[in-house]
């Protein structure tokens, strides 16, 4: 359990004091997420508990038992560590996400696109009237046409390869 309320009683500091100078390291903390601290809702990242300890001089440990802040697993043994370069580091979330990735046969696409165009293209009733069924056939419509176009321009390029004698032209 954290001893934020503790602290900030002791060293007369407000939470709200404690927010404006998190703020200055991470402008995402609003006074909701410090509350969720302060309430052990959630704990802080690193950069930002560095801001914490020194609004309230004080550790990490002053506020936290280090179970609580040690969040990578505890391995039987130091050649499972990353760290050390020796055996098998136990898989992280990151980790097994990317090994699920690995094995799946699809590829996931993140496109930033002008809002407007987003809206009006990718609404319900105009992706009917352009005849898919959602935005991800339409993506996929279009891959399909993108891989049939390049599939036409290697086959060309193929082709006046063939003609030449060594692959290049006179």
Same mark, same amino acid.
């Given at each position: 359990?954290?001893?934020?309320? $503790?602290?900030?009683?002791?060293? $007369? %500091?407000? !939470?709200?004091?404690?927010?404006? &100078?998190?703020? *200055?390291?991470? =402008?995402?903390?609003?006074?909701?997420?410090?509350?969720?601290?302060?309430?052990? %809702? #959630?704990?802080?990242?690193? =950069?930002?508990?560095?801001?914490?300890?020194?609004?309230?001089? #004080?550790?990490?440990?002053?506020?936290?038992?280090?179970?609580?802040?040690?969040?990578?697993?505890?391995?039987?043994?130091?050649?499972?560590?990353?760290?050390?370069?020796?055996? @098998?580091? %136990? =898989?992280?979330?990151? !980790?097994?996400?990317?090994?699920?990735?690995?094995?799946?046969?699809?590829?996931?696409?993140?496109?930033?696109?002008? *809002?407007?165009?987003?809206? @009006?293209?990718?609404?319900?009733?105009?992706? *009917?009237?352009?005849?898919?069924?959602? %935005? &991800?056939?339409?993506?996929?419509?279009?891959?399909?046409?993108?891989?049939?176009?390049?599939?036409?321009?290697?086959?060309?390029?193929?082709?006046?390869?063939? $003609?030449?004698?060594?692959?290049?032209?006179?």
């Amino acid at each position: 359990m954290s001893k934020y309320k $503790g602290l900030m009683l002791k060293r $007369g %500091v407000m !939470q709200k004091d404690v927010a404006e &100078s998190v703020r *200055r390291v991470d =402008p995402r903390v609003d006074t909701a997420l410090m509350s969720k601290f302060v309430n052990d %809702v #959630c704990l802080p990242t690193p =950069p930002v508990l560095n801001a914490i300890c020194k609004t309230l001089s #004080c550790a990490p440990l002053d506020i936290y038992d280090p179970r609580e802040i040690t969040l990578a697993p505890q391995s039987a043994t130091a050649a499972e560590t990353p760290a050390t370069g020796g055996g @098998r580091a %136990v =898989p992280t979330d990151t !980790q097994r996400s990317r090994d699920r990735r690995a094995k799946n046969d699809f590829y996931n696409l993140t496109v930033e696109i002008p *809002r407007d165009v987003a809206e @009006r293209v990718f609404s319900p009733d105009a992706l *009917r009237k352009l005849g898919y069924l959602s %935005v &991800s056939d339409c993506v996929r419509h279009a891959v399909a046409a993108l891989d049939k176009r390049l599939s036409t321009i290697t086959a060309k390029e193929k082709a006046a390869d063939a $003609g030449t004698s060594d692959g290049k032209a006179d």
